[in-house]
T-cell receptor
Framework: DTAVSQTPKYLVTQMGNDKSIKCEQN?????MYWYKQDSKKFLKIMFS???????INETVPNRFSPKSPDKAHLNLHINSLELGDSAVYFC????????????FGPGTRLTVL | AQSVAQPEDQVNVAEGNPLTVKCTYS??????LFWYVQYPNRGLQFLLK??????LVKGSYGFEAEFNKSQTSFHLKKPSALVSDSALYFC?????????????FGTGTRLLVSP
């Protein structure tokens, strides 16, 4: 009955590889997000989708490409992984509206060697 | 653009004592303010929010926060701290003028409650 789920929980890979992280929410929300949390615990928004449409695209290298096949899913594909991509990536969702809180997934810890 | 400041990297308090975690914000429109907590190796959990109305907001686990418009602050408080409250706390703000649902987070404050 997990509200926002992410797979995988841990991802260890070599520099230059391509990897994907998947996110699913069963809350019926129409807005989803990807955040990056670095080693100092700073949390930075990367992307947001509303009803499968990209609405927020922060200054993120174009090696990162989000994809939302439907309202309940938001995946993150990363090409040519670099050491600096090592971080914890969180997916989140909320119903539309500025006053609605976000629900976060458990995070995916990505380690690039 | 909206911003949030959490001036303390860490707050130390003894169990049973009151705690305060500070947050100040900057927006061009009306602020929508949120507090989240993050336990080790977990995602963020929502604690409480201020949208409008009463300046004192009550939330989960006995936490409350006071909105102060003149001081542009939204400090998190709890009358009696528990060791289990030890975690990382984030303040966040949305600006009613942005037109998008972008939530900007502070840098986080680590709360350490000692027995």
């Amino acid at each position: 009955d997990t509200a926002v789920s992410q797979t995988p929980k841990y991802l260890v890979t070599q520099m230059g590889n391509d990897k994907s992280i998947k996110c699913e929410q069963n809350l019926g929300h129409d807005t989803m997000y990807w955040y990056k949390q670095d080693s100092k615990k700073f949390l930075k928004i990367m992307f947001s989708y509303n009803n499968k449409e990209l609405i927020i695209n922060e200054t993120v290298p174009n090696r990162f490409s989000p994809k939302s096949p439907d309202k309940a899913h938001l995946n993150l594909h990363i090409n040519s992984l670099e050491l600096g991509d090592s971080a914890v990536y969180f997916c989140a969702s909320n119903p539309s509206g500025l006053y609605n809180e976000q629900f976060f997934g458990p995070g995916t810890r990505l380690t690039v060697l | 653009a909206q911003s949030v400041a959490q001036p303390e990297d860490q707050v130390n308090v003894a169990e049973g004592n009151p705690l305060t975690v500070k947050c100040t914000y900057s927006v061009s429109g009306n602020p929508y303010l949120f507090w989240y907590v993050q336990y080790p190796n977990r995602g963020l959990q929502f604690l409480l929010k201020y949208i409008t109305g009463d300046n004192l907001v009550k939330g989960s686990y006995g936490f409350e926060a006071e909105f102060n418009k003149s001081q542009t602050s939204f400090h998190l408080k709890k009358p009696s701290a528990l060791v289990s409250d030890s975690a990382l706390y984030f303040c966040a703000v949305r600006d009613s003028n942005t037109g998008f649902q972008k939530l900007v987070f502070g840098t986080g404050t680590r709360l350490l409650v000692s027995p």
